[in-house]
């Protein structure tokens, strides 16, 4: 599976997301993606409790375990790259999570405007 180039919404390289748990669509721990990458797990947020909530009445419970799939489940503060269109969903409902702009993917902006991402980011 091919990567896209790794950079973020500024132009910049991508940082790494979260190594523990290990997220990405690749599992390297960055918000990469691909032509595989259906779902665009772009968006590098740190999830709470309030966004879980809703992606499991969504039909995504990221809480449950997968162990066959490497997934440990996620609790409020994990780092995790999540498909662009779940957090937009997210935010148009008012819960979507913090997101880290320099590990979000660039492609992020073809779903989110920089300003929007922007008006929920945290500081590195």
């Given at each position: 599976?091919?990567k896209f180039e790794?950079?973020?919404?500024?132009?910049?390289?991508?940082?790494?997301?979260?190594?523990?748990?290990?997220?990405?669509?690749?599992?390297?721990?960055?918000?990469?993606?691909?032509y595989a990458d259906?779902?665009?797990?772009?968006?590098?947020?740190?999830?709470?409790?309030?966004?879980?909530?809703?992606?499991?009445?969504?039909?995504?419970?990221?809480?449950?375990?997968?162990?066959?799939?490497?997934?440990?489940?996620?609790?409020?503060?994990?780092?995790?790259?999540?498909?662009?269109?779940?957090?937009?969903?997210?935010?148009?409902?008012?819960?979507?999570?913090?997101?880290?702009?320099?590990?979000?993917?660039?492609?992020?902006?073809?779903?989110?405007?920089?300003?929007?991402?922007?008006?929920?980011?945290?500081?590195?």
């Amino acid at each position: 599976m091919q990567k896209f180039e790794s950079t973020n919404v500024w132009g910049k390289a991508l940082a790494p997301c979260g190594l523990d748990p290990l997220t990405g669509f690749f599992r390297d721990g960055c918000c990469n993606s691909g032509y595989a990458d259906a779902g665009m797990h772009t968006v590098c947020a740190v999830v709470t409790a309030e966004f879980l909530a809703f992606s499991s009445s969504r039909g995504n419970d990221l809480t449950r375990p997968v162990p066959e799939a490497g997934f440990p489940g996620l609790r409020p503060g994990d780092r995790w790259c999540l498909c662009a269109s779940r957090w937009l969903e997210a935010c148009k409902a008012g819960v979507a999570p913090p997101v880290d702009l320099n590990a979000t993917h660039e492609e992020t902006l073809a779903v989110i405007d920089l300003g929007t991402l922007k008006n929920h980011a945290i500081t590195s």
